[in-house]
Structure formats: C-alpha cells, structure tokens
C-alpha cells in the first residue's frame, strides 16, 4: 500500500487502517517534527487517529504505580486531559494495565468492567481496541482507539497498534513527552524512588547504581530499513548461538549435569525457527532489530507473571535471558566487572554465587528484585560482609547506571536517587554505625564474659578464603562454622581432590592455629550444584540433602574426606556432618572418616594430631536420639536456621510464615534447654550457629539457657559480646523463667523492658 493512499470506504469487518510500516514511518516523521512533550503526544494521538480511521486515539499513561492519567487524546473532550484518572485494574483502560493484555471489543459499554468517564464525552464511541504500552515487560501506560459505529478490529491491526505503543513506551523511556507542568509526570529516572524489599543481610552503605544487566534503549525505535535490520538481528543471532555453543564445549562442562541442561535449553531457543521469525515479523512491521527483540521479551515476562507451574516458569526465566542475552549481542554491549567505580552497588533481579564473586569485595552492597534470605547469592553476601536486601520491587526498571543509592540492609529497603531528607537521617544512622563499631574494636580483645563471671566462646561462621581475614579484627575465637559447599557452587565441575585439599590447608594457615569446624558439603534443597541433576522433590527442605546425599554419593562424600585429611597437614582437625536425623546415619559417616583415616596412615601419609567428628543438630529427632549418640559424638553444633523452621513447621523461604514464630518463643526455648542438658549429662560440647546466634538479646536469651558457645558472622560478635559484658547472666535467666512462669508465649518483651531498665547497649 502507497504511504499516500488514505483510508478509503471499506465494508464491515474489513481492515480500515493503514500498515504498521507505513504507520510507524508517520509515527517517525512526527517524531522528528519540533515541540514539547504534550504537543508531540498530541500530534501522535491525531496521526493514529487518522490512519486507522478511528475518531478516538487516547494515551493513557502511570502517574504512579496505581493511577494512569489521560495525558493526550484525538476525539475525546480535550478538557478531560491531564483531569480523567482510572485505577490500575478499574475500568477497561485499567484492566489493559493491570492484565498487560489488548481488550478488543465492538460494543464497549455492555463490556464487563467498562467504566463511563462523564468529562471525556466517551459515551459516543462504541467499539474500542486497547493495549498496553509496556517495555520488557513493564506497563508505563495504554493506548486506546474508538469509533462510534461498531467495529471489530482485526489481528492486523490488534499487532500493529500494539508495535506503535512499544515506539510509544521506547520513546517515553527516552523522554520525548517530559514538557512543563502536567506533562512532568512523563519524567523517567530521575525522581527519587523507594523500594522496600526485605534484609539478606545486615549493613548499609551509599553508592553508584551498576546494574549487572544494562538497560538498552533504542535511540532509533523505527526501522528507516528494514533489510538492514534484519540482517543486524540476524548477525546478533549468530553470536548468540556460537556463544552458546562455545560454552557448552568448555571442557568443564563436558558431562551431563542440571547447568548443561540449561545450556542445551538456551540452545534450542537460539535455533528456535518460531522464535526469530516472530522477531523477523516484527521488524517487517517497521520495528528496529533492538525493539524487535524487545518486543518478544515482553512478552515473555508478561507470561512468566501469569504461570505458577515451577518448570514452565524456569523455562520461560531461560528464554528471558537469552534474550537479555540477544539484546547485548544487538546493542553491542558486554557484560563486564572492569572499571567499577569504588562505591558501586550492584543491582540485579537475581545473580548467581559465582557472578557475584566475580564483582567480589569491589562492591559496596548488592539489591536484587528476586532472591531468598538463604539463597547463594545470600550466602555469598554475608560471606563478603556487604549489605544485601533481595524483593525490592521494580528496582531494575527504575534504577540507571550512575544512579545514586542508599541502601539499608538492617531495615530491607534502599533509596534511589534520594531526596536531602532521606540523606540526612541516613548519613546520621551511618555515624552512629561508625561510633559503635569504634565501640567493638575496643572490646575485640577482651573475653564475651558476663558481669556475673559466666564466660562464653564466640566463633565466626565462614564459606570463603575473603572471610578469613576477619577472624583476626573481629573478636572472634575460631571458626564454629565453615562451609565447604560454596566452593562447589561457585564452579562448573566437581573440584578434584587436590584443590579441594589445597583449599583446607590454606584456610587452616589463614586461621593461624585458631579452631576451624568443617561442616561436610551440605547440598541439596536451595543449594543444587550446577552440575548436579535437580531431584523434582514435593518438599526439598525436607528432602534429599546433606548427609542423606553423602550416603548414597559416598565417592564424593570419600572424596572430601580424604581432601579435609590431607589438608590438615597434621594439625588438629574438626570435622562436622550436616542434617543428622538419627543415630545410624552419624555412626555410619563416622566409620567413612575413621576407615579413611587407618588408610592415609597405611599408605603412610600424615595425618591429624587430634580428631573431632561432630554433628548439626538440625532436625528435633536428633535431640531425642540415643544415648549411644551422645556418646559417640565429640561436639553438637545447633543449626539454629533448620532446626526453628522445622520445629515451627514454618518454611525460612516463606515470607508469610517465617516471622510469625519468635525465636525467644518459650517453646523454642524449652527445647534448646532440654537439649543443653542432654549434652551436659554425656560431657558433649554444645553450640548454637546461624543467624540468631549474632542477633545480642536472642544470643542472652540463648546463653541463659545454659549454651557456652555461639557461631555467627564476624560483624555480630562486637554487638554480642558488648551485651554480654554489660547484664548479670544470672539476673537474666531470672526474667526468663519469671516470663516462662507466666504463661507468656514470648519472653522477649520481658526480657526487651529488663535490658531497656539496665540500660543495656541493645
């Protein structure tokens, strides 16, 4: 069809309007014509008006995340503008927002949902087609056409509508609206924006945004050739694919394994015929390869928010980064650590264990949109002591590289671009962060002794060569805690032996003679190996994991063994099974580490000069198992994370029901002192580690019950050991058992009002 050729007379049914092509050339010409924002979106709305033979074009645009505002309109009263306002789901503009979804109907007012607006004089128009102007998956607005005879408009038209309101959103994201007054609601980026996620991991920092996947904006949405771009994309594809291609032939990954899978699954989207031909398509429509590719993701992750099945969903998260992946190849752009700048604060809708070691201590503090308090990337975070809040809504789309964040892991929330306000309050709650931690250097060399006398040990958890350093500044005592996994997650292959045992020697030289417990790989529910197969499991947390894994794997479980033995170079070794449930599975990995002992010391090699094999108590079966594990058993370490969990029947994963059950609950409490007294019957050294073990009134409430040694990150044990020195052990214990007595089902207010009466530093 000729760009001249207008809408002439058609008959019902037929098409009215005019190609996309052609459409999105007008679009282009409007677009390079001179204006403000408002008077650009205007002619916009008469040009689409006028080439679909429509009376009505309207954009709808947020306001904010639950109102859109009538920002321009061809047809309707031009009073209405910047005056008519609809909720996010009211109406049928609304129900486009909300659902990410077209609405095409001939007889709009007898629509379920539809909603009279008196001041737009929309009460003329009969039929209606919208759809949403979004940009990789993000609603920024709708776009409406109307007429006033019924009219039923036509696929062609439903997707050339829908690639103009992608120009629309491409061009919004590029600030073509922003204008004086009304129209300033169109700025992107630059308001201050508050997102609240929750706490992965204590701290707070300011800093420059980077973001671990670029945003790409296409600077020239409209395709001026389409051949050319087509054969951009093409050349981009081809990329992508050898790519792929070239990691899948890393020797490392040469063997079948759950991260193969997924590279076989990026594979088939690479080659994908249906995938490049709807993008082909796109661009034939008028569209630039970038916004082609766009185009597809969005629809993607509009998808991805509608289905609940676990693997389809992890299915369509790889097509999203392949196509993350596609874009870069389109744009010219790579991923890269090089160059940060020194306050940099990563942001990310997720990242794995390793790509945040690659970032490394380079970092300030990390937000991510996704994420778990005990996923990797948690783990990971605690280890390199940097801030983390995970959940935080939204924080991809709004945040810009060079942005500048607050970020406040002990609250779960971060600032961008904040106002002076909200910089004030933070740069005071900084300070005073910075007079207390004055506070705990002081005391890193005195011992965590109560007023009363009772002395307990603090340990410091560790999972990497970086925490070491800290077990020399922080106070801590030892390392009640080291986990060997991360060593496995953050590698595509199965460490050999050798490295394995260098990495245990250089950790034991690291800790300089202080005691370092070894938990045994501990896998298996949120920790899947990349190279491990995934087990579908109903419920993996209490699945295949752990020691469960070590005894049906036993050549792995024997492999570690033999690189912990050797590794200790014969200094005095700790070693510790994960996940004990009952006494067999103990008495049989315990026969592993001693078989495989008597056979170093056959084959004449050195081995330890001392030997602890202990468990994790982590399941309440194990603190009624038999007196025959009491014995057996050189130390019991409480894996404080597990064990509250599964003695709540409360998922830690679960944000609705995790912090609805308090660790200083009684019952809680009653269990942990009844577990102190069985190991003090046998002469069983006891710990408590994980996360409550650093939080001072819980780790008080833990040493009244009778535990003399706590594991926690290197930053709490400043915050605990300065409460500890500062209360009467035996006063507090008096103010829990008055508590218990009670019939309360929490001590902690109790023991919050005692501690706030003795002026204790909390």
Same mark, same amino acid.
């Given at each position: 069809?000729?760009?001249?050729?207008?809408?002439?007379?058609?008959?019902?049914?037929?098409?009215?309007?005019?190609?996309?092509?052609?459409?999105?050339?007008?679009?282009?010409?409007?677009?390079?014509?001179?204006?403000?924002?408002?008077?650009?979106?205007?002619?916009?709305?008469?040009?689409?008006?006028?080439?679909?033979?429509?009376?009505?074009?309207?954009?709808?645009?947020?306001?904010?995340?639950?109102?859109?505002?009538?920002?321009?309109?061809?047809?309707?009263?031009?009073?209405?503008?910047?005056?008519?306002?609809?909720?996010?789901?009211?109406?049928?503009?609304?129900?486009?927002?909300?659902?990410?979804?077209?609405?095409?109907?001939?007889?709009?007012?007898?629509?379920?949902?539809?909603?009279?607006?008196?001041?737009?004089?929309?009460?003329?128009?009969?039929?209606?087609?919208?759809?949403?102007?979004?940009?990789?998956?993000?609603?920024?607005?709708?776009?409406?056409?109307?007429?006033?005879?019924?009219?039923?408009?036509?696929?062609?038209?439903?997707?050339?509508?829908?690639?103009?309101?992608?120009?629309?959103?491409?061009?919004?994201?590029?600030?073509?609206?922003?204008?004086?007054?009304?129209?300033?609601?169109?700025?992107?980026?630059?308001?201050?924006?508050?997102?609240?996620?929750?706490?992965?991991?204590?701290?707070?920092?300011?800093?420059?945004?980077?973001?671990?996947?670029?945003?790409?904006?296409?600077?020239?949405?409209?395709?001026?050739?389409?051949?050319?771009?087509?054969?951009?994309?093409?050349?981009?594809?081809?990329?992508?694919?050898?790519?792929?291609?070239?990691?899948?032939?890393?020797?490392?990954?040469?063997?079948?394994?759950?991260?193969?899978?997924?590279?076989?699954?990026?594979?088939?989207?690479?080659?994908?015929?249906?995938?490049?031909?709807?993008?082909?398509?796109?661009?034939?429509?008028?569209?630039?390869?970038?916004?082609?590719?766009?185009?597809?993701?969005?629809?993607?992750?509009?998808?991805?928010?509608?289905?609940?099945?676990?693997?389809?969903?992890?299915?369509?998260?790889?097509?999203?980064?392949?196509?993350?992946?596609?874009?870069?190849?389109?744009?010219?752009?790579?991923?890269?650590?090089?160059?940060?700048?020194?306050?940099?604060?990563?942001?990310?809708?997720?990242?794995?264990?390793?790509?945040?070691?690659?970032?490394?201590?380079?970092?300030?503090?990390?937000?991510?949109?996704?994420?778990?308090?005990?996923?990797?990337?948690?783990?990971?975070?605690?280890?390199?002591?940097?801030?983390?809040?995970?959940?935080?809504?939204?924080?991809?789309?709004?945040?810009?590289?060079?942005?500048?964040?607050?970020?406040?892991?002990?609250?779960?929330?971060?600032?961008?671009?904040?106002?002076?306000?909200?910089?004030?309050?933070?740069?005071?709650?900084?300070?005073?962060?910075?007079?207390?931690?004055?506070?705990?250097?002081?005391?890193?060399?005195?011992?965590?002794?109560?007023?009363?006398?009772?002395?307990?040990?603090?340990?410091?958890?560790?999972?990497?060569?970086?925490?070491?350093?800290?077990?020399?500044?922080? @106070?801590?005592?030892?390392? #009640?805690?080291? *986990?060997?996994? &991360? /060593?496995? $997650?953050? +590698?595509?292959?199965?460490? =050999?032996?050798?490295?394995?045992?260098?990495?245990?020697?250089?950790?034991?030289?690291?800790?300089?003679?202080?005691?370092?417990?070894?938990?045994?790989?501990?896998?298996?529910?949120?920790?899947?190996?990349?190279?491990?197969?995934?087990?579908?499991?109903?419920?993996?947390?209490?699945?295949?994991?752990?020691?469960?894994? @070590?005894?049906?794997?036993? #050549?792995?479980? *024997?492999?570690? &063994? /033999?690189? $912990?033995? +050797?590794?200790?170079?014969? =200094?005095?070794?700790?070693?510790?099974?994960?996940?004990?449930?009952?006494?067999?599975?103990?008495?049989?990995?315990?026969?592993?580490?001693?078989?495989?002992?008597?056979?170093?010391?056959?084959?004449?090699?050195?081995?330890?000069?001392?030997?602890?094999?202990?468990?994790?108590?982590?399941?309440?079966?194990?603190?009624?198992?038999?007196?025959?594990?009491?014995?057996?058993?050189?130390?019991?370490?409480?894996?404080?994370?597990?064990?509250?969990?599964?003695?709540?029947?409360?998922?830690?994963?679960?944000?609705?029901?995790?912090?609805?059950?308090?660790?200083?609950?009684?019952?809680?409490?009653?269990?942990?002192?009844?577990?102190?007294?069985?190991?003090?019957?046998?002469?069983?050294?006891?710990?408590?580690?994980?996360?409550?073990?650093?939080?001072?009134?819980?780790?008080?409430?833990?040493?009244?019950?009778?535990?003399?040694?706590?594991?926690?990150?290197?930053?709490?044990?400043?915050?605990?050991?300065?409460?500890?020195?500062?209360?009467?052990?035996?006063?507090?214990?008096?103010?829990?058992?008055?508590?218990?007595?009670?019939?309360?089902?929490?001590?902690?207010?109790?023991?919050?009002?005692?501690?706030?009466?003795?002026?204790?530093?909390?």
């Amino acid at each position: 069809m000729p760009e001249e050729t207008g809408p002439g007379p058609k008959g019902p049914g037929e098409n009215k309007g005019v190609e996309s092509r052609i459409l999105l050339k007008r679009l282009s010409q409007v677009m390079a014509e001179p204006g403000e924002g408002q008077e650009r979106l205007d002619r916009i709305t008469a040009m689409i008006a006028r080439s679909l033979a429509t009376e009505v074009c309207s954009v709808y645009l947020k306001r904010d995340e639950k109102t859109l505002e009538l920002c321009s309109t061809e047809g309707l009263r031009k009073e209405s503008v910047h005056v008519s306002t609809l909720r996010v789901g009211q109406g049928l503009v609304g129900r486009i927002a909300e659902q990410a979804e077209p609405v095409n109907t001939a007889d709009a007012p007898n629509e379920k949902g539809f909603r009279y607006l008196k001041e737009t004089g929309e009460e003329l128009y009969s039929s209606f087609l919208g759809v949403p102007i979004q940009r990789v998956g993000e609603v920024l607005g709708v776009l409406v056409v109307q007429t006033r005879e019924p009219r039923a408009f036509t696929e062609d038209e439903i997707h050339g509508l829908e690639i103009v309101a992608m120009v629309i959103a491409e061009m919004t994201e590029l600030g073509a609206f922003i204008g004086p007054g009304a129209m300033e609601m169109a700025v992107t980026h630059r308001r201050p924006f508050f997102a609240k996620g929750l706490s992965a991991q204590e701290g707070v920092c300011e800093g420059t945004v980077i973001l671990h996947e670029p945003n790409i904006v296409a600077s020239v949405p409209v395709a001026e050739d389409p051949e050319v771009e087509r054969a951009r994309l093409l050349a981009a594809v081809q990329e992508l694919r050898l790519e792929v291609d070239r990691m899948l032939e890393n020797d490392m990954l040469a063997h079948s394994g759950e991260h193969r899978e997924v590279l076989e699954t990026y594979r088939l989207f690479a080659h994908d015929k249906g995938w490049l031909r709807r993008m082909e398509e796109s661009i034939d429509r008028g569209l630039s390869a970038i916004l082609a590719v766009e185009k597809e993701q969005s629809a993607t992750r509009t998808r991805m928010e509608r289905i609940t099945d676990p693997y389809l969903r992890e299915r369509l998260h790889d097509l999203d980064d392949i196509a993350n992946r596609l874009l870069r190849h389109v744009a010219g752009q790579q991923n890269g650590t090089a160059g940060l700048p020194e306050d940099a604060v990563l942001v990310a809708r997720s990242i794995g264990p390793g790509d945040l070691l690659d970032y490394g201590r380079s970092l300030r503090g990390v937000v991510l949109e996704e994420g778990s308090v005990g996923s990797h990337a948690a783990v990971v975070a605690r280890a390199l002591a940097i801030p983390l809040v995970i959940q935080a809504a939204r924080i991809t789309r709004e945040a810009q590289n060079g942005d500048r964040i607050l970020v406040d892991g002990d609250e779960g929330v971060a600032h961008l671009r904040p106002e002076e306000t909200v910089y004030k309050a933070f740069h005071e709650k900084v300070a005073m962060r910075t007079q207390a931690k004055e506070v705990y250097t002081a005391l890193r060399d005195l011992p965590a002794e109560t007023l009363d006398g009772t002395r307990l040990n603090l340990m410091m958890n560790a999972g990497l060569m970086a925490d070491l350093p800290s077990l020399g500044t922080c @106070g801590a005592e030892g390392v #009640g805690l080291y *986990r060997t996994e &991360l /060593q496995f $997650l953050v +590698r595509s292959s199965v460490p =050999r032996r050798s490295d394995q045992a260098g990495f245990y020697s250089r950790v034991l030289d690291a800790a300089k003679g202080k005691r370092v417990i070894f938990r045994t790989l501990d896998i298996g529910s949120d920790k899947v190996l990349p190279y491990m197969k995934r087990q579908e499991e109903p419920n993996p947390a209490l699945g295949w994991r752990a020691i469960r894994v @070590g005894l049906d794997r036993r #050549g792995v479980m *024997r492999m570690q &063994l /033999q690189a $912990l033995l +050797r590794g200790a170079k014969g =200094r005095p070794l700790s070693v510790m099974f994960p996940f004990v449930a009952q006494l067999d599975e103990f008495e049989t990995a315990r026969e592993m580490l001693l078989s495989e002992v008597e056979s170093e010391r056959a084959h004449g090699r050195v081995v330890p000069e001392s030997l602890e094999i202990g468990a994790m108590l982590e399941t309440p079966s194990l603190a009624f198992a038999p007196d025959e594990f009491f014995r057996l058993t050189d130390f019991i370490s409480i894996g404080g994370n597990d064990l509250k969990q599964f003695f709540f029947a409360a998922d830690r994963e679960n944000e609705r029901v995790r912090r609805r059950y308090d660790t200083l609950n009684v019952s809680f409490l009653t269990f942990i002192e009844m577990i102190v007294k069985r190991c003090e019957a046998f002469d069983v050294p006891l710990s408590f580690c994980g996360e409550d073990a650093g939080r001072p009134i819980e780790a008080l409430a833990f040493a009244a019950m009778g535990l003399r040694s706590l594991s926690m990150r290197p930053a709490s044990i400043g915050p605990v050991k300065r409460l500890l020195r500062s209360v009467d052990l035996s006063a507090a214990r008096q103010v829990i058992d008055s508590a218990r007595r009670s019939g309360t089902q929490s001590v902690r207010p109790a023991l919050s009002a005692w501690l706030t009466a003795q002026n204790a530093p909390v």
